[in-house]
Nanobody, 122 residues
Framework: QVQLVESGGGLVQAGGSLRLSCAAS????????RGWYRQAPGKQRELVAR???????NYANSVKGRFTISRDNAKNVVYLQMNSLKPEDTAVYYC????????????????WGQGTQVTVSS
């Protein structure tokens, strides 16, 4: 019922920048929480950044000052601007949509994107 499609990953040198995008489509009435998570090989998935429908944000300590999350509620798109990238930022980045209200079914739901690889070379 809801699809999240990520784009913008790739290979970049340390110190470079990338911008991830995640577009949500489907029977969406509202999405109250959007976020980006990442999972490096051999590690657990961790929160990178999240943003509420009102624009409140929070970030992992490791990315504060370097990454910026934003959203376009009208387009159901969330972005992650990543600057000053480091090799330790290398991971698969996953888009998340939480507390999603659908037009077709009662309740609230959570959805994940398929992931996009970000590789930072030293």
């Amino acid at each position: 019922q809801v699809q999240l499609v990520e784009s913008g990953g790739g290979l970049v040198q340390a110190g470079g920048s990338l911008r991830l995008s995640c577009a949500a489509s489907g029977s969406i009435l509202s999405i109250n929480a959007r976020g980006w998570y990442r999972q490096a090989p051999g590690k657990q998935r961790e929160l990178v950044a999240r943003i509420s429908s009102g624009g409140s944000t929070n970030y992992a300590n490791s990315v504060k000052g370097r990454f910026t999350i934003s959203r376009d509620n009208a387009k159901n798109v969330v972005y992650l601007q990543m600057n000053s990238l480091k090799p330790e930022d290398t991971a698969v980045y996953y888009c998340n949509a939480g507390r999603v209200v659908l037009t077709t079914t009662p309740g609230v739901y959570e959805y994940w994107g398929q992931g996009t690889q970000v590789t930072v070379s030293s």
